[in-house]
């Protein structure tokens, strides 16, 4: 079935350390982003690649990094994890289309809840 | 700044009709979508609105005044399943989404 695979479902992971989130995409979609979804807020974006090779800053990149070396896989890294990056992580992709003004329609994975204690 | 203003939590009962507004002030205007979000699961796409007016899908509706920054999603019909999160995001200027907090709706029998 075509969409997107997160893992873990789930973590419980000690403050301080290293964690990476995986995102792969089967649809060939050239945009992929790393969402956060905390009670009470909107999604917040914490990086985006437009393409393959290409990555950039969302409204809250700090404590977090991300790569893009092809087109399916959009890992997301917590270098030192804290208990304020407590949330569910949802990755998204997109068939980027802005030059065409379409509806770049996000398609998401299940989400990752990740617990820093 | 940039901001999406939706109702936290609206109730309504099955076989009824529900409207769930949201109003923006963003940096410019590309497009306002609508997602649905059942618990514990991933936000799925529902409608997107770019010209003013009325865009219709079967029982979900979705109405833009862009001159008002005014949006509202209509359900009519109501079943149970429809008691999930509705999620108002507007695009704007640099072509980056900006979310609202989304209206839970609960359905009662």
């Known amino acids: 079935i075509a969409g997107i695979t997160q893992a873990p479902t789930s973590q419980i992971l000690a403050a301080g350390r290293r964690m990476t989130l995986r995102c792969t995409q089967d649809m060939r979609h050239n945009a992929m982003y790393w969402y956060r979804q905390d009670l009470g807020l909107g999604l917040r974006l914490i990086h985006y690649?437009?393409?393959?090779?290409?990555?950039g800053k969302g409204e809250v990149p700090d404590g977090y990094s991300v790569s893009r070396a092809n087109t399916d896989d959009f890992p997301l890294t917590l270098a030192s994890a804290v208990p304020s990056q407590t949330s569910v992580y949802f990755c998204?992709?997109?068939?980027?289309?802005?030059?065409?003004?379409?509806?770049?329609?996000?398609?998401f994975g299940a989400g990752s809840r990740l617990t820093v204690l | 700044g940039q901001n999406i203003d939706q109702p936290t939590e609206m109730t309504a009962t099955e076989g009824a009709i529900v409207q769930i507004n949201c109003t923006y002030q963003t940096s410019g205007f590309n497009g306002l979508f609508w997602y649905q979000q059942h618990a514990g699961e991933a936000p799925t796409f529902l409608s997107y609105?770019?010209l003013d007016g009325l865009e219709e899908k079967g029982r979900f509706s979705s109405f833009l005044s862009r001159s008002k920054g005014y949006s509202y999603l209509l359900l009519k019909e109501l079943q149970m399943k429809d008691s999930a999160s509705y999620l108002c995001?507007?695009?704007?200027?640099?072509?980056?989404?900006?979310w609202g907090a989304g209206t839970k709706l609960i359905i009662k029998p």
């Open positions: 998204a992709s997109s068939d980027s289309n802005r030059g065409l003004g379409g509806a770049n329609v996000l398609t």
């Open positions: 609105n770019v």
């Open positions: 690649s437009n393409t393959a090779g290409t990555t």
């Open positions: 995001a507007v695009r704007d200027s640099n072509y980056q989404l900006i």
